[in-house]
């Protein structure tokens, strides 16, 4: 029988894994003096970066972590809360697919 509701650091290996075949930088996302922030940051291969917070199927970030979000995305940047394997794919597969051109 499939595993209906997969732990989240099995969805975040898969949805890395993917990302890493694509070419993109991952890596895991640490701030020794703020809690809460999200578990992964990425970089396609084309300049740009995004952050993800993977979660159990139906669970969501913690207050803590609702407020950090909203803190990174006040700053234009991507942040993307992942559930699925299959939807944390399809995140990677757009934020690659943004630019087709390198940055630089």
């Known amino acids: 029988m499939k595993n209906e509701n997969p732990l989240e650091k ?13 070419g993109c ?14 578990d992964r940051m990425l970089l396609t291969p084309n ?9 159990r199927l139906g669970k969501e970030p913690t207050a803590a972590q609702a407020i950090e979000i909203q803190k ?7 942040v993307f809360v992942v559930d699925e394997v ?16 390198p940055l630089f």
């Open 47 to 55: 300049g740009v970066l995004f952050f993800i917070e993977f979660k």
């Open 72 to 78: 990174i995305r006040s700053k234009n940047v991507r």
């Open 86 to 101: 299959q939807n944390g794919k399809n995140v990677v597969d757009g934020m690659v697919a943004i630019l087709k051109e």
């Open 25 to 38: 930088y991952v890596r895991k996302f640490t701030s020794p003096s703020h809690a809460s922030v999200p």
């Open 10 to 22: 099995l969805i975040e290996r898969k949805v890395c894994d993917h990302a890493k075949a694509l």
